[in-house]
């Protein structure tokens, strides 16, 4: 797992990478969790590069969603492989979540208008 991020403007991109499971998840949490307490309202995760997501992260990202949204911002993820989109679409989280091709895709959707 690895996970590093940058910005445009007002966006908060998280670039992650491998396999995110229960021993992993808790990391990416407090990172966002820390950006979200410290002003952060607007997110692009960018999933190209992951291989794996846990059920726990996928709740670790629900939760982050409502957190946000209640901050008045958004997490938009973007370029999700075809096995996540699937999981994603079965679970119903792309009604939740706004699912993008690409990471300046997201950082447009996010940007004021």
Do not use: C, W, Y
């Not at 726990?56 to 096995?83: D, H």
């Not at 979540?97 to 208008?113: H, I, K, N, T, Y």
């Amino acid at each position: 797992m690895k996970v590093s991020s940058s910005r445009a403007g007002v966006v908060a991109v998280l670039h992650l990478e491998g396999e995110f499971d229960i021993f992993e998840t808790p990391a990416l949490e407090e990172d966002l969790t820390g950006r979200v307490a410290r002003g952060d309202a607007r997110f692009v995760i960018d999933l190209g590069r992951v291989s794996f997501v846990s059920s726990s992260t996928l709740a670790f990202l629900i939760r982050a969603q409502r957190s946000v949204r209640e901050k008045g911002g958004e997490v938009v993820l973007a370029n999700p492989g075809r096995g996540l989109l699937r999981i994603l679409t079965t679970l119903g989280l792309t009604q939740l979540f706004r699912v993008v091709s690409s990471v300046e895709e997201g950082v447009a959707a996010l940007r004021p208008a």
